[in-house]
């Protein structure tokens, strides 16, 4: 900080100045003191120190008003404010209500062709009107949440060095370690009750990208506002930069983060350990770390670890577990069958599928089956992948849109295949589910042995579910369950297409990103978006309200089940397992709301006094994305 101001003579005291300091008659050595051009009234702060959403109107100077995007209204200062502000004639001379300026926002957004470019506008408009950009994405989730998380937000992250514009959130290197508690300081927001945290390992289905991984806690922590209404100013996204192990990333002139090998091991262990406790310092230990994109090998030990010390879950694992176990509860209903009858068999043995295997046997538990037994019904295949030996490739495709992807290629398979008992590779949380059978390298074959009733592909593999595994399972089952799940839209294992064509209708599916609707013999499909954001708004909106400070599985539970009630008849009919995404926000509410008096009735609670009605408890919490009046109210006295 520079000095709030510089002493360029001696001090004047009772109008007498030392015989050895300015002479006073001379106007040119008038001036004692001279001001910071950036603080040009000692008591007022430049508008980049406003923090929090309680804004002291003697704190912040009329041109804050337009430059920092808490406060910008746009052209929707009126003439009253904008006199009393002096920002009148800083601004056009027309006056839009915020409506006009949402409507102005999605024509803009419609112009561009192109998805990132899509991104780009929406980053810039955050970056300019903050409560412009959440009610735009508040009142149009289904049109403005894929551009700002999946899909487009992997195809963001590979471009973040070509399109990164501002600073947005805290870069935290290995060579920062020993000072993270300090790095954390320099985050201007004393109030921060949500921290999205990544290492980049392991973006959507595509890979370690490093820093560029950064774009995922953005996304995510502005879907915590969107979607649960929780303040903007209270969310913390951060990146945690230990190296890349991408080679094209290290050889690129535009990467932002270390061009190093990744650390592991204790160093970067001990590098967790210190950011854990930095931020429980910094902010308290209610504070909710959410891990994201973590590899598999780190993922699942850093959340036995530390869930049961910090206030923490992992989404790849827990979020992913909870939404897709609420699609399957919801196909029940349309199977007319229990959960204890269903066979599952996974097209891959990372994060997001055992999280889902490890759910589902909690779920058959708490309805009276043996844990052993319900791991029985779990079938998972290891790592299968294809690789492809010749490629000539036509693909179309943009977040909405996924047409045909032809493929001229020779596919070799490369796998370890079924998870079968005996094999050297199993361990942890997979044990469980290794069955007494022979190692099989074919999906299909899988198929044919488990005969399951449901296929859920988190493999990140396109077409994996190719047209004679689709047809299998429409041969076993009157109507087959299948889940493609994978990120980006380009990573899924099937497109609804190809689920409903192959079945002839009978299928039902979810996929992980958004795809178009589908008419099959003249009966229009929507298919569902088992997307996490159904769950992890909700259920953070809800930990941070009772101030929960340790989350258990039992909570992803109750959110799927919550959200699984949530789904209406007319949904199902049109083959939608999850509800309309435009009412993501009151489901979200409706999570919270079941979380928050779980929490009281099972202790778990540490905000006092309880409050009698939680839902209007909740409500009182939210962000207001609609404009407040920008001058203070202005009151009569009596005559005095």
């Known amino acids: 900080m520079f000095k709030r101001c510089q002493r360029l003579g001696a001090v004047v005291a009772n109008g ?57 209204k746009g052209m929707a ?32 957004v419609e112009r561009y062709q192109e998805d990132l470019n899509k991104y780009i506008y929406l980053v810039g408009l955050q970056d300019r009107n903050e409560r412009l950009f959440y009610r735009l994405l508040s009142e149009n989730v289904e049109q403005m949440m894929p551009l700002v998380y999946t899909p487009t937000v992997g195809l963001a992250c590979q471009k973040f060095g070509l399109i990164y514009r501002r600073p947005r959130g805290l870069f935290i290197t290995i060579h920062d370690k020993g000072h993270i508690y300090e790095m954390l300081r320099n985050w201007p927001e004393p ?15 595509l890979g370690d990208l490093g820093s560029y991984g950064m774009g995922i806690p953005v996304g995510k922590l502005a879907l915590y506002t969107a979607l649960a209404g929780i303040k903007p100013h209270q969310c913390l996204p951060i990146q945690i930069d230990v190296g890349t192990n991408t080679q094209s990333l290290l050889d690129d002139p535009y990467y932002i983060g270390l061009k190093q090998k990744r650390v592991q091991g204790p160093e970067y262990d001990s590098f967790l350990e210190e950011f854990m406790q930095a931020v429980v310092r910094r902010y308290g230990q209610n504070t909710l770390i959410q891990f994201e994109d973590f590899g598999n090998h780190n993922a699942f030990r850093l959340l036995a670890r530390y869930r049961d010390k910090y206030c923490t879950f992992n989404d790849d694992i827990q979020g992913t577990a909870s939404v897709a176990l609420a699609g399957l509860l ?18 891959g043995a990372g994060e997001a599928s055992l999280g889902i295997a490890t ?35 036509y693909l179309i495709y943009n977040y909405y849109l996924l047409l045909n992807l032809v493929l001229f290629c020779t596919r070799v398979k490369d796998s370890r295949g079924l998870l079968v008992k005996g094999r050297n590779d199993i361990g942890g949380q997979k044990e469980i589910f290794a069955k007494e059978a022979d190692q099989l390298t074919d999906f299909l074959e899988m198929v044919n042995l488990a005969k399951p009733t449901a296929i859920i592909g988190a493999s990140a593999q396109f077409g994996a579910f190719n047209e004679k595994i689709i047809r299998r399972m429409a041969e076993l089952n009157k109507r087959p369950v299948i889940f493609a799940l994978s990120n980006p839209t380009s990573k899924a294992e099937c497109t609804a297409e190809s689920a409903y064509k192959f079945t002839d209708g009978r299928a039902i599916f979810a996929s992980g990103s958004p795809f178009p609707d589908y008419i099959h013999n003249g009966k229009t499909f929507k298919p569902g978006q088992g997307n996490n954001a159904y769950i992890f708004p909700g259920v953070a909106l809800g930990v941070i309200a009772a101030g929960v400070h340790h989350i258990s599985d039992d909570v992803f539970l109750l959110a799927a089940k ?11 009919e049109v083959g939608r397992l999850y509800p309309p995404l435009q009412d993501i926000r009151k489901v979200s509410l409706v999570i919270a709301k079941a979380i928050c008096e779980d929490a009281y009735h099972n202790g778990g609670a540490s905000t006092y006094p309880e409050p009698a009605d939680k839902g209007e408890f909740i409500k009182a919490q939210l962000y207001n994305y609609e404009y407040t009046k920008a001058t203070p109210n202005v009151y009569a006295w009596p005559q005095v």
């Not at 109030?191 to 289905?205: F, H, K, Q, S, Y």
């Not at 919801?330 to 097209?347: D, G, H, W, Y």
């Not at 919550?562 to 199902?572: M, P, R």
């Open 330 to 347: 919801a196909s029940l209903r349309i199977t007319k069958t229990k959960m204890a009858e269903q066979t599952f068999l996974f097209m």
């Open 191 to 205: 109030d921060v009750r949500a921290i999205v945290v990544t290492d980049g390992e392991r973006i959507l289905g």
């Open 562 to 572: 919550t959200l699984a009630h949530q789904v209406k008849e007319s949904d199902l």
């Open 359 to 393: 759910l589902l046997v909690n779920a058959m538990y708490k309805e009276g089956m043996a844990r052993d037994e319900a791991a029985s019904r779990i079938w998972l295949c290891v790592s299968l992948s294809l690789r492809t030996e010749f490629t000539f490739f």
């Open 16 to 72: 007498v100045h030392s015989t050895s300091g300015p002479n006073l008659q001379d106007p040119s050595q008038r001036i004692i003191f001279k001001m910071d051009p950036r603080r040009d009234r000692l008591t007022q702060r430049s508008y980049h120190e406003v923090t929090g959403d309680n804004i002291c109107p003697s704190m912040v100077r009329g041109v804050d008003y337009v430059r920092d995007p808490r406060l910008n």
């Open 77 to 108: 200062f009126t003439l009253e404010e904008r006199q009393s502000l002096g920002i009148h004639g800083l601004i056009p001379p027309r006056f839009k209500s915020q409506e006009e300026q949402v409507k102005l926002c999605k024509e803009n």
